[in-house]
């Protein structure tokens, strides 16, 4: 089709004066008047005397009336499907278009919102309503016919190549413009063999982040709201109108073009794209950006005034940058690989025979098949993180007598797991990795029948026939190019060595090239992200080498699937999309794709993820004795006693009762105070959070886990107020005495209501409301009002106790008193099922009561052997110290954000047990509840696994293993401040 001529358009003589004239002639309209940035037109915010808004837009004189008509006919065709438009508003004559010195002038509504372009990061879901809004456009104007679609225009996809070849002339920066020729002539090249198949109808052509106002949603984000701009209306590609939008979002987070994926899938879903269509998308992308930067250099050349355009220079060139920082050819794959269109490849041909024989006759023994992956048992204890660790693997292998190692193609490599980094490591293995000992020479063969297509030095390709190419590096040869070869044909040699030697072979798809960087004899590796696309250009050489196949790929998605199907509703899990974890070392999780997360919630395992001490306490003891805690065995009273050492000098506590978890603490502290006291009432703060047994839910009142606490608690439960000087009734640091005060009318009318108090259970830090520290004096005198009431006086320290807040080991010791009753639980046994109660003699015998006492895993051998392992760690290790001065680091850094975003209220908590309290306005202290649940969502992207509790869901949670470093910390701060300043 013809073309308008290139070199862009200068835009209409029209001043902010002549809009005004405009208005007031055209629309009988007296304005205040703004220009907004345009190309090639002119644009103008108007503001009536009544305050009303609305945009004036004068066409460029290169568009017709019949064009103008199109635009009119497509919005009506918009508002007909649901899609929010800016409609036009008519003149005083009340035509649409008015004539005014020899401009076509239109007013448009003011559509609401703000401007989506600006907006910074893009979460997973607004990518996807963009490419559902694309969806929605298509589906909308499919059925659209009219005179004025059909016209020449240089942002008709159909024209980008001829338009960017045309216009790359203006890019005085040279290598970019030889970078954007190449990328235009490349991606040319792959539309060419299927442009013919691709449906054409109306597009909006322009639909990007500038043309769309968004509105924020509930989580406050951005989401993509009202369509603008038509200005590029006209008949095209249907597939071009995704494109355009994707193209648009790459500047978003350059680094990361796979994130629009989510786009093409959500486009599919609503308007479902033929192959040919798939196969065309990215370098309709790829030529998309490029003539963006080669109209935005060749507008700035006829039109150097044009603020608006060289602003946008720098975005346009990162839209360039991002569509081709992986190859074409790779992301089409990619879309591809999402949308679920196979690969029709033939399987390789299997040999039979003993493994390697068909590469390396020579070898005799049983070959070591490796295991560098997530779950391997010999990358336990940290192993994994040595800069050696793939070469003791190999090295074990030999010194048991292997004669050949193998590290398999396709197993995600837990040993290139980095850690402490916003971006995964390149973890999969694109060919298999052979590696033999010091020693003689080996004859190299070839597995397969093939021809030879490339002979670069230390590197032999030989294409099978069966479309798939045999690509061997590590080995010197002599064949010529073309050699045919007979399976087992001799091919290369391998020399003796006083070093292991290795080679790698691959199995390719005969239209791809290497892209990825690699050793000349170890294996290719890429990032988990691109898996999908390499699955695809490579296959598993196993089957012509003799090898088990083992190739790995993510999962997760179906494995939350699977647990969707036996979980019941009430049953959480974290994330929108939960990564699947199988393996932790100290304060790191790492997936199944061997990324690695910073755990900053796992209280549980106070001592860090796969202690190997706790590991071989179970292992141990699991095979000497496990039985029930009415025999006799050392490990109970051994533990018992260690347990009792660690309260404060001049404790009366001398008696402990070991269960199974927190829950059960609670439970039976409960029954030890009413037992002991012969009473029922319990008081319990409002918004504290205990268990979740019958007993221990009954306290309970944290609307954030029951919304209905309040509404439902048992009659023998009473609720005081939340001491929470942050949130409460009293705010302030001086306030411990009127809680108390009030605490102590509340007892005064259960002693009237013949309720007098049984107990007053709280925990000693307010773990639920984020770390809270409670007021100064306020314990001690709620727990002397307790007392003088005939009560006794339990503190829940399952979350708080154990070191976790540095300068103490029990969180009671913050308040300077001494309970009762201490439930303990969840680091007691580094994640293993341990909970207990403390107390003193007297009350613990009232339980005979009602009758014998007894938990049949509660106090075992086992768990009394683990526990004993959890507190030789703890003190062999420093971890309280730990985390009083990590602690510290963390909060001071935490605060000094706060410094500089606003949506950081209070930093609470001590040591390692801190909230970050996240507010929509620090005066009235509107909790930022969305916000907080989306940022999460953001650091785990980053690498950092936080969650959100309080009873308002806004106070970020910040109790990882008491083994963070303080680089973790360091990292961690760094990336909620990168979350804080981009956008979630």
Known sequence: MSTVPSGGLVRPEISEADAAMIARECYGLDVQVRELGSNQDRNFALVATDGSRSV?????????????????????????????????????????TQSWGGFAARRSEFAE????????????????EFGALAAASVNALAGLTHPGLERAQMWDMRVAYAETMGLAASITDAPLRDRVIAAAEAANAALSAVQSALPVQAIHGDLTDDNVMGRRGSDTRLHPHTVLDLGDLGMGWRVAELAVTCSSLLHHEPARPLRLLDAVSAFHRDAPLHETEARALWPLIVLRAALLVASGWRQLEIDGDNEYARER???????????TLLPLAEMTEQVLARLGIAVTMPEPQSVAGDPLRALLPGLTGKVAVLDPGVESEALEAGKWQASDAEEQLIMRAFADGAPAAVLPYGVYRMTRTVVDTPDAAATWPIDAEVWLPAGGSFSVTAPAAGRVINVDAGTLRIETGDGWVLALRGIQHSLSLGTELAAGDAIASLHESTEPRSLAVGLRRADVHDTVEFDENRAALVTPERVPAWSRFTHDPAAILGLPQLAQHDESAAELARREQIFASAQERYYERPMQIERGWRHHLVDTTGRAYIDMVNNVTGLGHGHPGVADAVNRQIRILNTNSRFLYRELAEYSERLLALLPAGSELDTVLLVNSGSEAVDLALRLAQAATGRKTVVALREAYHGWTMASDAVTTSAYDNPYALENRPDWVHVADVPNRYRGTYRGEATGAQYAADLGRDLAQLAAEGRAPAAFICESVLGNAGGVLLPEGYLADTYARVRAAGGLCIADEVQVGFGRMGSSFWGFEQSGVSPDIITIAKPMGNGFPIGGVITSKRIADALATQGQFFASAGGNPLSCRVGLAVLDAMAAEGLQENARVVGARLAAGFR??????????????EGLYLGVELVRDRDTMEPATAEAAAICERLKELGVVVLTTSERSNVLKVKPPLCLTAESADYVVSALDRVLTEGW
Request: proline share 6%.
């Open 896 to 909: 000094g954000l706060a410094e500089r975003h606003a949506i950081i209220g209070p930093v609470h908590g």
């Open 313 to 323: 220079i720098a975005g346009e060139q990162a839209i360039f940058d991002s569509a």
């Open 113 to 128: 919102g703000e401007p989506m372009v600006d907006a910074g990061y893009f979460a997973p879901i607004v990518i996807e």
């Open 56 to 96: 004036l837009r004068i066409d460029n004189p290169v568009f017709e009336d019949a064009a103008r008509d199109a635009q009119h006919a497509a919005l009506d065709a918009y508002r007909a499907a649901g899609v929010a438009v800016a409609s036009v508003l008519p003149g005083l004559d009340g035509e649409l």
